[in-house]
């Protein structure tokens, strides 16, 4: 079941959940009450645009003129494709086994206007015709609530006692947008087709991909290099054109017999030089030489992000260049050594010393402050992995104690008086008893 | 040596979201301990005070009130001010309590806001100041010095450094850094704990607080929270190990010198109404003495000159003059304005207040005695409430300001606390639990299943993978329980007080515009003897006032409450038949049920229904026994005479929250005092009080006393179920009052009535199509709103006294619209759509609404027409304006259908929430839906223990406290109402329907237990859908 942004209302149930006598529009606590072990997932608008955009990808194999019908539909425009496809049934049944294959369930309705199919397609009214009086009917046939149109009017239209669409056909023209509204006329007529309706196409999302076939197979990582460095600086070209960079590229070998070698090939931050892609791909061939001969090679790039105007740039320019060898020193890095080889430091906000600080993976220098030095406490340089048993008791006590306890909603509780000591062999230790009266050291000073 | 301590510095929980203990906590802690005081310093705040010192009252451990600030500027040059004041002495309280409220009201509702120079203004030097230095990571040294200089300025020599050892990181050169500024300063350090909780054991409860405050989850609160729990009460051993003797010292020198004591708070009449040369016993001897010549105009009954005798000598010898002359100023204020007005409480219902118009009780014709009510033992304040019209209140309520001044009057507050809803979600959002989940855990668990194995639930609905955080989650919760959380505004409860008000308790702004609000609430108000009148909304009392004006109007002479004759055997025989809708306190189904059970035959019998049907009784078994008891199936026994004083009224069965307290004194051998800790337990124990340590000694001294082990269970039963419901006698006297002049009304002048009743809406317990329905089966005509015929409010209307709906049924129709309708309509009507909008200048939506209510039936064919008329219009321009309206003929739409009777009933549904045509129900069942189905009033003859089926609109689904597991149904049909009674298992199984559907069917037993008809619900099922398929006429079935 899915919930909106806010959690409160119910989008969507799944028949499982419909069958208990959720719908659409109830109220998560009322939801609740009648079915208390519901699985609640939140609506995400944006992953249910690249899902839809998705559906138009293989549909647009099908059909040339395709728009969106957001946030769940999706047009195509066939009466130009009946010859092709040897009349209506045809195509409605190509769409449907297409549909199968992906097992997905869709609503499929034709209608002679796009509002005409997208109404007649979400109450589950499509049937396989081009026969405009039939699809009027059945449009008339439609309860007001279905038509698509905002609350007000269609309070109004109820409010005149009016109960189908058929009943809204109706009533003369001028009447209508005088007493409701010029656009309720003008949807009116875009659904029966009396006012033209344009949409503007969709286009497929731009790739960049290209093909370099070898007319003798390439055997040595050196061989690929020369159409590489060609094909990258197509790429370059490319991006410098549409002003975008990316941080990753899809760099596929053919092989005679067998599957092709598929690399991933990924910079640390947005990238847009040839040299640079050169240099990460020579790393990543380096590390895993040719399985077997290549007779083509392709690269992608599906991933683009937009230029930023260059940030935190002096006069000379300096810092941009320390962040340039900054980047490039972890992209090599990494290509070298694997992602998760690289890890980075940084003070994490907890008082437990052993959570006090965390190795993450490397990421870009963000503009946010770090914690300022003076706020952090006083802790050795040199934090041990574990407490070790504190064997000999110290000769000399510098401060202390500290007490730390904390931690208890995770299982991890600390509870610990420190102190700063000098041990018999002179060094200077962390060490802490803990509440069952053990010593330990926990780090050393230097 | 053993110095001794004084902890000087303590959060409470009513420093909200930071103190983790409840002020009695603290105290008690403090005791066991051995410290020789204890301060409570809130943040800005003496909210804890009482309460904390409830529970230090007779004992060794002294109380100091005090506060904490922080300041919102900083002197010149230095860091921002942190410190406590301690209140003296008397004066020093009051220092402390106009600074407070200068803080509070300045800010909005929960802040405070105080500037340098108001230090530098309010006189504070009746107050020490503990200061705490900032760390030396907020601060320089020399803006450190420059802020403790700044304080020694103004409070020199009552200026301490405040020094706390909490072992945190960084604190040894803090303590360096304290000593230097004590150098510097020439100022003696004191020891302070820094107090957040009582014990230790409270850390995970204020991390949890502390994360709250920051609006994070305890994972990401990191450094927020404290790095340790050392900020609890410690033993006084180990604070001699933390802190060096002088410092330790200190603190009990500075506890010495507090001598300011919360019980020596006294409440100061106010003097105004008391003329200067009249004293207030003469002044109040005098009034009552006017009132009861009006009271008895022939004469005051020997019996009554007695009362009124005893009462006075009572009122004097405790100096209750003032209480009583506030009371009556305010009700003779109320009188003037006639706006009705009825006292009830303890000391309401005496022959003394009957006589100042406070009540109606007539101490003639009711034998309740004075003495109960105000008690020579118990050092308390009489109580007395007075509810007023719920629409008028608030003219009372300005009088009073206005009369007193804000300065000198102000509501008592009402702390909202932490309920289990409110606990589970604010732990769960700290613990970082799926707020979606916490839901369902909220929604899933029964609140009144005690069983239900918490821990479980937790795990089971995946809120947590770790069984440790589970058990945290459980404790965490029920330690949360009862925590305050904010004061609110008390319903009615005033304070009025001779001087500054805020210079008794501090007075802080309440979430309405305009009100203020004091930090105590009624309890604290009590413990510390302070008086406080409560001026209460009743919407009854507008009915009755708005329907004694039709009825006069009727009969061309004003009719009062007093016109009224008493004991009418037509009015006890109407309630008797449980036909009670619309009648006080006597109409909800419980009651309803009740009626034909007690059969009322008297005023008293009035008195005992309202008090009846309530938790208490129920809960203590007490019902049965007293129904056979006043039918003479069971004899009537007393286990002794001193029982049989207490209880002979009730016929040996307690009911009376009054009676219970005195049979713990009677029978159980209860001192008044500790009658009295029980009386509060009592009210107290829903919240957060416990009422077993009373159990044992009650139940042992009734067996001592020789009665037998089944009573004393009962009546310990009985004061449990009291908690928080307690109902007592001096309330339902006057209650029942009210009860009896509203069904006198019902019965005797329905149209008024359901007129007046419908009038004051919202109140009650029924809509206005429930009231509308009973009216019409009361024969009451009842017509619809119509532009040409309706006022704003309901009418009555020709010689017959039909009931006009007024305009204001319509809903969402402005007030200012639906008047203008009024006052404007042509002397012949309006005569069409143009001249309704012109004459009475409506706009567009209020148009529509009237349109829509069917309301122009004068002059449009029907409501969809109207509406087509309507939805052509453009504001015309000022030239043409009179021309456009002559030239305007309105065409009838052959394109819209005709409205059929569903959809007439269903607009008017949408319209008004009632219907003046036939009933929803009555339409289904011509058109064939409801085969099978018995009407309600079929049932009425219909044999019990059989299988029936019914069909009804659902107007009610409850779940009362004191039915377990038992959902009632209220299914309305053209007939009647039908109850239904789900069981919980049925109620599981069907969830679905139960809590869906609008129009319910149900397969079940038919029984009966005299008139009353229940169905046993079997099958549920939802037959909404059909609602809609109402506007189908059965003619358009071919």
Redesign the interface.
């Known amino acids: 079941m899915i919930v909106d942004g806010t959690g409160q209302a119910i989008m969507q149930a799944c028949p499982a959940a419909r069958e208990l006598g959720i719908e659409a529009g109830m109220r998560l606590k009322t939801a609740l009450g009648l079915a208390p072990n519901l699985h609640i997932m939140q609506a995400d608008p944006k992953q249910e645009a690249w899902l839809l955009e998705d559906q138009a990808r293989w549909l647009y194999h099908y059909a040339a003129h395709i728009t969106l019908a957001s946030p769940d539909g999706l047009w195509a425009e066939v009466s130009s494709l009946q010859k092709l496809y040897g009349g209506l049934p045809a195509i409605w049944q190509t769409v449907e086994q297409a549909l199968t294959e992906r097992q997905l369930t869709a609503w499929i309705a034709i209608g002679h206007t796009p509002l005409a199919a997208r109404l007649l397609a979400l109450t589950g009214k499509g049937e396989c015709t081009a026969n405009k009086n039939h699809i009027l009917a059945a449009l008339g046939n439609l309860p007001l609530q279905a038509a698509g149109f905002d609350k007000k009017p269609c309070t109004r239209l109820q409010r005149l006692g009016l109960n189908t669409l058929g009943d809204v056909f109706a009533l003369p023209a001028p009447e209508l947008a005088r007493r409701l509204s010029p656009e309720l006329l003008s949807t009116v007529q875009k659904i029966q087709g009396t006012r033209s309706d344009p949409k503007t196409p969709w286009q497929p999302p731009h790739i960049f991909r290209q093909r370099a076939d070898f007319i003798q197979e390439v055997e040595h990582t050196q061989g690929l290099l020369f159409s590489l460095q060609r094909i990258l600086s197509e790429l370059e070209e490319d991006l410098c054109w549409r002003q975008q960079d990316t941080d990753t590229l899809l760099l596929a070998l053919q092989h005679r017999h067998q599957e092709p070698t598929r690399f991933q090939i990924r910079t640390t931050g947005p990238e847009h030089r040839a040299d640079g892609f050169l240099k990460l791909i020579r790393l990543k061939l380096d590390q895993q030489p040719l399985s077997s001969p290549v007779i083509a090679l392709s690269l992608t790039v599906k991933r683009f992000t937009g230029r930023e105007a260059p940030t935190g740039q002096d006069l000379l320019g300096e810092t941009q260049d320390l962040n340039e060898a900054w980047h490039t020193l972890i992209s090599r890095l990494q290509a070298r050594l694997g992602d998760q080889a690289l890890k980075q430091l940084s003070p994490s906000n907890d008082h437990r010393p052993e959570c006090a600080w965390s190795a993450k993976e490397v990421r870009k220098p963000s503009k946010r402050k770090a914690a300022e030095p003076n706020l952090l406490p006083h802790r050795p340089l040199w934090l041990l992995k574990g407490p070790k048993s504190l064997d000999q008791m110290p000769t000399h006590w510098h401060s202390g104690p500290e007490r730390i306890s904390s931690g208890w909603w995770d299982g991890q509780r600390v509870h610990r008086d420190y102190y700063i000591a000098q041990l018999p062999g002179g060094e200077v230790a962390w060490v802490f008893r803990d509440h069952q009266d053990g010593w330990f050291i926990h780090g050393w000073f230097g | 040596m053993d110095t001794g301590y004084a902890e000087l510095f303590c959060f409470s929980n009513f420093t909200f979201l930071t103190g983790a203990s409840h002020p009695h906590e603290l105290a008690e802690r403090a005791l066991e301990l051995g410290y020789s005081a204890i301060a409570i310093t809130d943040a800005c705040s003496v909210a804890g005070i009482p309460r904390a010192w409830a529970a230090l009252k007779d004992s060794p451990v002294k109380l100091i009130t005090g506060s904490w600030f922080e300041l919102d500027n900083a002197p010149t040059d230095s860091a921002v001010p942190r410190f406590i004041l301690l209140a003296k002495d008397r004066q020093g309280y009051g220092q402390l309590c106009k600074l407070i409220t200068t803080g509070r009201r300045r800010a909005e509702k929960g802040q405070y806001q105080l500037f340098t120079r108001d230090i530098e203004t309010h006189e504070l030097d009746h107050c020490f100041c503990l200061w705490l230095p900032p760390s030396q ?1 907020s601060a320089t040294f020399s803006e450190t010095l420059a802020c403790g200089e700044w304080l020694l300025r103004l409070f020199e020599p009552r200026l301490r450094i405040a020094a706390n050892r ?7 050169q803090q303590l360096a850094q304290i000593r230097d500024l004590a150098d510097h300063l020439r100022i003696p350090v004191v020891a302070t704990g820094e107090v957040h909780m009582h014990s230790r054991e409270r ?2 409860l204020q ?1 949890v607080l502390t994360a709250l405050r920051h609006h994070t989850t ?6 927020c ?1 404290f ?4 900020r609890y009460l410690r033993p006084l051993p180990v604070l001699q190990k933390l802190f060096p003797e002088n410092w330790l010292r200190e603190t009990i020198q500075i506890a010495n010198a507090c001598e300011f004591e919360p019980g020596s708070l006294r409440y100061e009449y106010p003097p105004d109404l008391v003329p200067t040369d009249e004293t207030p016993a003469g002044l109040l001897k005098r009034l009552t003495h006017e009132g009861e010549r009006r009271r008895y105009p022939n004469g005051t009954p020997l019996k009554v000159q007695a009362l009124i005798r005893k009462e006075l000598g009572l009122i004097s010898e405790m100096q209750y003059e003032h209480y009583f002359l506030t009371i009556h100023d305010i009700v003779a204020f109320a009188r003037s304005q006639g706006i009705l007005c009825q006292g009830r409480g303890s000391a309401a219902n005496s022959a003394v207040c009957y006589c100042l118009g406070i009540t109606e009780v007539n101490p003639a014709k009711v034998e309740l005695l004075f003495e109960r009510f105000i008690s020579k033992d118990r050092d308390e304040p009489p109580d007395i409430d007075v509810d007023f019209e719920h629409q008028r209140r608030e003219e009372v309520i300005q009088y009073i300001y206005q009369r007193y001044g804000r300065e000198r009057a102000a509501l008592a507050a009402t702390v909202i606390r932490y309920r289990p809803r409110s606990a589970i979600r604010d732990v769960g959002k700290a ?1 970082g639990f799926d ?3 916490v ?2 855990l909220l ?2 668990i029964d609140w009144r299943d005690q069983s239900t194995n918490w821990r479980q639930q937790i795990l089971d609905k995946g809120l947590t993978r ?1 069984p ?2 589970a058990n ?1 989650f459980f404790t965490l919760v029920n330690t949360l329980l009862g925590f305050p959380r904010h004061l609110s505004q008390h319903v009615g409860g005033f304070v009025i007080s001779a001087g500054p008000l805020s210079e008794l308790v501090p007075v802080e702004n309440a979430a309405m515009q305009d009100r203020t609000v004091i930090q105590w609430d009624k309890d604290d108000l009590e413990s510390l003897g302070l008086m406080k009148v409560d001026v209460l909304a009743l919407g009854m009392l507008t009915a009755i006032r708005k329907a004694l004006e039709l009825i006069s109007t009727v009969k061309g002479t004003p009719f009062t409450i007093q016109d009224i004759p008493q004991e009418d055997p037509d009015t006890y025989a109407m309630l008797q038949k449980g036909d009670s809708i619309g009648v006080f306190q006597v109409e909800s189904r419980a009651q309803i049920n009740m009626l034909p059970r007690l059969k009322p035959e008297t005023y008293y019998d009035l008195v005992i229904e309202v008090a009846i049907v309530r938790p208490g009784p129920i809960q203590g078994d007490m019902v049965h026994p007293y129904l056979r008891r006043k039918h003479g199936l069971e004899p009537v026994e007393f286990p002794s005479d001193a029982i049989r004083q207490v209880l002979e009224r009730t016929l040996g069965v307690p009911i009376f929250q009054e009676q219970v307290i005195k049979l713990a004194m009677v029978a159980a051998g209860f001192s008044a005092g500790e009658a009295d800790k029980l009386r509060l337990a009592m009210a107290a124990w829903k919240s957060h009080g416990d009422l077993t340590p009373f159990r044992d000694k009650l139940i042992n001294g009734m067996l001592e006393r020789g009665h037998d082990p089944e009573f004393a269970d009962r009546l310990y039963q009985q004061i449990c179920g009291f908690g928080g419901y307690g109902f007592p006698e001096s309330h339902a006297a006057s209650f029942a009052l009210l009860v009896y002049v509203s069904a006198w009304i019902k019965r005797h002048h329905p149209a008024a009535f359901y007129c007046a009743l419908l009038n004051s809406q919202p109140m009650g317990f029924y809509s206005p199509s429930q009231l509308v329905q009973d009216a019409r089966r009361h024969d009451v005509t009842v017509l619809p709103p119509d532009v040409n015929f309706s006022h704003w409010e309901h009418s009555l209307e020709g010689p017959n006294q039909h009931l006009r709906l007024g305009l204001r049924i319509v809903q969402g129709l402005s007030r200012q619209g639906g008047q203008c309708v009024h006052e404007n309509r042509p002397t012949q009507g309006y005569r069409s759509a143009s001249e309704l909008r012109t004459s009475a200048g409506l706009n567009q939506r209020d148009m ?1 609404l009237l ?2 209510a069917n309301a122009m039936a004068g002059f449009t064919s029907d ?2 027409q109207a ?2 008329q309507l ?2 219009y453009e504001e015309p321009s000022a030239l043409f304006a009179q021309e456009a309206e002559a030239d305007y003929q309105p065409q009838p ?1 052959g ?5 059929s009777e569903g ?1 007439n009933v269903l ?1 008017d549904y949408r319209s008004q929430g009632l219907t003046l045509q036939r009933h929803p129900l009555a339409l289904l069942r011509e058109q064939g839906h409801l085969q099978h189905c018995l009407t309600a009033e079929q049932l009425k003859t219909t044999r019990p223990g059989i299988p029936v089926q019914v069909a009804g609109l659902v107007t009610g689904r409850q779940r009362p406290g004191s039915a377990a597991g038992v959902t009632f149904v209220t299914l309305e049909d053209e007939t009647g109402n039908v109850n239904v009674v789900v069981w919980l298992a049925t109620a599981r199984q069907q ?2 329907p139960l ?2 559907a609008r129009l319910l069917h149900v397969k079940g037993v038919i029984e009966k237990e005299g008139e009353i008809v229940h169905v046993m619900a079997g099958k549920l099922s939802d037959l909404s859908h059909l609602i809609n398929s109402l ?1 189908v006429n059965s003619r358009d079935f071919h």
């Not at chain 2, 909490?166 to 040894?172: R, S, Y």
């Not at chain 2, 394109?895 to 409205?899: K, V």
């Open positions: 990571e909490t072992l945190e990181v960084g604190e040894e850390q995970p991390d305890l994972e990401n609160a990191g450094r929270l790095q340790n729990g050392e613990l707020a979606a989940l839901e369902k929604d899933g770790n440790q955080v945290q529509e349109a829509g409501r969809h509406y087509w939805l052509d739409c394109q819209l259908p005709q409205p959809q607009a969830r679905k809590l869906t506007p």
